[in-house]
């Protein structure tokens, strides 16, 4: 080596390692969550050791990088996006600033729910399902009766009694089968299924059959002009004179309810009776007992409806 360059080298060494130690470069990284926009430092030295850069203590917080400010200015100079209720300069509408939902809304187009489906009646004046034969089908609505095996002279009860009071109800034929024996009356509630009303003394009843016969108290006491397929029968029942009167299609058969003339008696006592239907094999019928069911109107004097 030359000798001006022997003593050059320890100058140039020491100016080389000078540079290195006032001069090192950095790293730079804008701090988000500060409103100064500070800049935290790195050591570009620690990089070099492989341990990572060291930040500015002010821009770390427990160990994390502080989150970023919704506010904060985006690369391309436009603040983040936000809600469109913020964004339009308009608060949000409440919930309670909402009127509520009408209940007409959420169940209108629903059909209420039949008494039938919680106890097998319609109200409280259908036919009662505790008290028919095992024979009889009774309908989900509780007014229809119908036989559809072999059986023959088996009755059913409706829901509701009474022991006073005047009231008009009706039977519609709908079907007859082949058995003999079809009747609609009223009797207690102690009178057998297995017989019409007013077949045996201890039903305390009346009942008018196919056929034309009115039996009362167990005793055959006169006899009509029979019914057919599609007649309205009316029952007026006089329970506080203690007698009953038939119509069939509006026509009284015998005496005038509306005057107290004629009619049939069902006894002397004072005990609950009941409507009471009996049917055959293949026949069916349809009870109204209630004032807007009924076809006719009822006679002066008495209420529309059994119930």
């Known amino acids: 080596m030359p000798r001006a360059l022997r003593f050059a080298a320890p100058f140039f060494a020491l100016l080389i390692a ?11 990284l804008q701090d988000a969550g500060a409103s100064d926009a500070r800049l935290m430092v790195a050591d570009a030295s620690s990089v070099d050791r492989g341990s990572g850069p060291s930040f500015d203590q002010g821009a770390v917080r427990d160990g ?7 506010k904060a200015t985006l690369d391309n100079g436009q603040s983040p996006p936000v809600d469109s209720a913020v964004d339009s300069g308009q608060a949000p509408i409440p919930d309670s600033a909402l009127p509520p939902l009408p209940d007409s809304a959420v169940d209108s187009s ?12 319609i109200g409280p004046t259908g036919w009662n399902p ?6 009889i089908e009774r309908s989900a609505n509780g007014r229809r ?16 009694g009474h022991s ?5 109800f009706e039977v519609t034929i709908e079907a007859f089968g082949s058995g003999y024996w079809n009747a609609i009356g009223i009797a207690n509630g102690v009178a057998s299924l297995e017989l019409s009303a007013g077949s045996h003394a201890l039903g305390e009843g009346c009942s008018y059959h196919r056929q034309g016969q009115v039996r009362c108290l167990g005793q055959t006491i006169q006899t009509l002009s029979g019914y057919l397929v599609g007649d309205v029968i009316g029952l007026a029942v006089d329970l506080d004179n203690k007698r009953i009167y038939f119509a069939k299609n509006n026509l009284w058969l015998s005496g005038n309810p509306a005057t107290g003339s004629g009619g049939f008696s069902f006894g002397n006592t004072s005990t609950t009776r009941y409507p009471m239907a009996t049917l055959s094999t293949g026949d069916a019928m349809l009870a109204a007992f209630e004032a807007e069911q009924l ?3 009822p006679p002066a004097g008495y209420s529309a409806g059994w119930y």
């Open 64 to 70: 994390r990088l502080p989150a970023i400010d919704a």
């Open 295 to 297: 076809t006719f109107a």
């Open 110 to 121: 629903l059909p209420p729910v039949p008494d039938s489906t919680v106890d097998g009646s």
């Open 145 to 160: 009766l119908s036989i559809s095996i072999q059986s023959d002279n088996d009755s059913a009860r409706a829901s509701v």
């Open 18 to 28: 000078g540079c290195a130690g006032s001069a090192r470069p950095h790293a730079y």
């Open 164 to 168: 006073s009071g005047k009231y008009y």
């Open 130 to 135: 505790q008290d028919i034969h095992p024979s």
